[in-house]
Every structure is written in C-alpha cells, then in structure tokens.
C-alpha cells in the first residue's frame, strides 16, 4: 500500500499562509490525493484532494509535485478554527488508512 | 453537502454489556461504509469495511465476533461492540464512501467502566 509522510507537528501565526507537506514517494498513476483534517472530539473533514494539476477551493490549495511524490497543503490565511490534525491520504476512499497526520497549531 | 449521522454521540456503560452505534448517511445513499477506532492522540484506526447486504471485511487484528457489524440498508450500518471491556474505551468513527469522496460521521465516544 502507497504510504504517506508527515511531519509530526507544525506552528503558524494567525493569518500568516502555512504550508503543510505530504510525501508519497510510492504513489500509483491512479492515485488521488487527499487531505482532510480533524479538529478535537470530531469525525474528520474533508479538505480537498487532486490527481496531477494543483486544485484549489473555499478552504486550501493543493499543489502536486510534477513528479507527484509529494504535495502541499496550503492554507492561505490560517485561523485559530484552522488548528486541527491534517492527513494526506492516497487511494481514499478505497483505501481507507490514516496516517499519523500533522498537527498544526495556530497561534493568534 | 453529503451528511453522516452517528448515535449515540456518546454512551456509558457497564463492563459485559452489549453496546450499539448506528452510522447513517442522511443524504446519500452508501454502498460502502467504514469503522474506525481513535484512542486519545492517536490517528484514526481502520476496523472494518462494511458493504450493503454482504459481510463486512476485518481489518487484521479486529475480532469480529466482538466487534459485529450489520450494514443493512444503503443508509445504515451499525456497530456492535460486545461484551464490551474497559479497554474498548475509545472514540468510534463511521464513514460512507460517495463520489470518490469520504464523509466522516461526528463520532460516539465510548466509555465502559
């Protein structure tokens, strides 16, 4: 199975961009990948996930590495609602395994 | 947006009783739904794959005669967790797979005493 690395944890200012990696150096060509993110007592979220190109919406940007064994989660304008734990998952919802994900801590 | 639902959101019990937790898509119908266990500080667990009218499929490691799942309808799973021990404590997570996408259910927290 594609696994994913993260780092453990990561600290932002509020209102600053964060930038949040995920490497996948194993990934398939048919491969999605996903983020969602967590916050404290809750079911996860969904975020965004892509395939090749970069995706954006409401929420975060997703840019993919050209060679696509890495990408980033962007967050434009972190909030203190932003803090929570994100994962990158690939193959979801096929292939349902989290990761360890990143804890992201915003401070205001 | 596609909704989950979970009950209880959260449940006490006693050690050696028979919990139950229901999962329902509220918008959507689910072919495919899933189980996770989370204990504190911890990522999400995968237990089982739960499929509309068929078995569900166990992680390695999980004890399906302890941890019984019935997904009887497009809009239903649930998850039984039996003879339940103070280790079962946790927080249990569904989630139903629909256009490629996962939606996650608010989760029930468990706490046998």
């Known amino acids: 199975d594609a696994k994913t690395t993260q780092p453990n944890s990561m600290e932002s200012n509020e209102e600053e961009p964060v930038h949040l990696p995920c490497n996948h150096s194993t990934i398939s060509g048919t491969d999605y990948i996903h983020w969602y993110r967590q916050l404290p007592s809750q079911g996860p979220e969904y975020v965004i996930h892509?395939?090749?190109s970069n995706v954006n919406n409401r929420m975060a940007s997703l840019a993919i590495a050209e060679d696509r064994k890495s990408s980033t989660l962007i967050l434009h304008r972190a909030t203190l609602r932003d803090a929570a734990v994100y994962y990158c998952i690939l193959r979801y919802p096929n292939d349902m395994r989290f990761g360890a994900g990143t804890r992201l801590t915003v401070k205001p | 947006g596609a909704v989950v639902s979970q009950h209880p959101s959260w449940v006490i019990c006693k050690s050696g009783t028979s919990v139950k937790i229901e999962c329902r898509s509220l918008?959507?119908?689910?072919?495919?739904m899933f189980w996770y266990r989370q204990f504190p500080k911890q990522s999400l667990m995968l237990m089982a794959t739960s499929n509309e009218g068929s078995k569900a499929t166990y992680e390695q490691g999980v004890e399906k005669d302890k941890f019984l799942i019935n997904h009887a309808s497009l809009t239903l799973s649930t998850l039984t967790v039996t003879s339940a021990h103070p280790e079962d404590s946790s927080f249990y997570i569904c989630?139903?797979?629909?256009?490629?996408?996962?939606?996650f259910g608010p989760g029930t927290r468990l706490t046998v005493l």
């Open positions: 892509g395939l090749t």
């Open positions: 989630s139903a797979k629909r256009t490629g996408r996962g939606f």
């Open positions: 918008d959507f119908q689910a072919t495919t």
